[in-house]
T-cell receptor
Framework: GDSVTQMEGPVTLSEEAFLTINCTYTATGYPSLFWYVQYPGEGLQLLLKATKADDKGSNKGFEATYRKETTSFHLEKGSVQVSDSAVYFCALVYTGGFKTIFGAGTRLFVKA | NAGVTQTPKFRVLKTGQSMTLLCAQDMNHEYMYWYRQDPGMGLRLIHYSVGEGTTAKGEVPDGYNVSRLKKQNFLLGLESAAPSQTSVYFC????????????FGPGTRLLVL
């Protein structure tokens, strides 16, 4: 079946470090891919998305590229801040589908 | 603009008790969803609705019922709570499909003893 696999956390970084959170997916078709972020005590918020192969989603310094050949959608940021501490979820949705498949989430801690 | 709100924020139930979780959105969205979030498992879809008066089963619907009598409200019911339903429940809405941005509520933490 379709699935999303994320790197296990927690990931702990110092402020201004480079961030990569790996996400790979298994899908029979061509889904849209998403990164959602969950700050402590809050619901999820859309961070960025990409709807087709080679698309790059970007927002707030974060970016991810839809790689069909490696079935990946890795999240990157060049310089993290303490305020980026949160849980990050990779997800996929098929065109015309009703179900979002979420990864297990990766917790990020950024130290000052 | 409140977005998506959920009531209550936290609840403790005994096994066999019933309760209803309320979700309300003020964005005039057609689609609404109920998810549960469990440690190490991400979010799983319980039920969803594509418009007023419609509901459908998601990935883990057993033990839950839903209703969408008004476009802005989506209710999740537990008729006879079980410890396995201890979880954090999130409601979300989107304008016309989950491919559009989903807007999430702050969550309801439910503990079933």
């Amino acid at each position: 079946g379709d699935s999303v696999t994320q790197m296990e956390g927690p990931v702990t970084l110092s402020e201004e470090a480079f961030l990569t959170i790996n996400c790979t997916y298994t899908a029979t078709g061509y889904p849209s891919l998403f990164w959602y972020v969950q700050y402590p005590g809050e619901g999820l918020q859309l961070l960025l998305k990409a709807t087709k192969a080679d698309d790059k989603g970007s927002n707030k310094g974060f970016e991810a590229t839809y790689r069909k050949e490696t079935t990946s959608f890795h999240l990157e940021k060049g310089s993290v801040q303490v305020s980026d501490s949160a849980v990050y979820f990779c997800a996929l949705v098929y065109t015309g589908g009703f179900k979002t498949i979420f990864g297990a989430g990766t917790r990020l801690f950024v130290k000052a | 603009n409140a977005g998506v709100t959920q009531t209550p924020k936290f609840r403790v139930l005994k096994t066999g008790q019933s309760m209803t979780l309320l979700c309300a959105q003020d964005m005039n969205h057609e689609y609404m969803y109920w998810y549960r979030q469990d440690p190490g498992m991400g979010l799983r879809l319980i039920h969803y609705s594509v418009g007023e008066g419609t509901t459908a089963k998601g990935e883990v619907p057993d033990g839950y019922n839903v209703s969408r009598l008004k476009k802005q409200n989506f209710l999740l019911g537990l008729e006879s709570a079980a410890p396995s339903q201890t979880s954090v429940y999130f409601c979300a809405s989107s304008s016309w499909s989950p491919q559009e941005t989903q807007y999430f509520g702050p969550g309801t933490r439910l503990l079933v003893l």
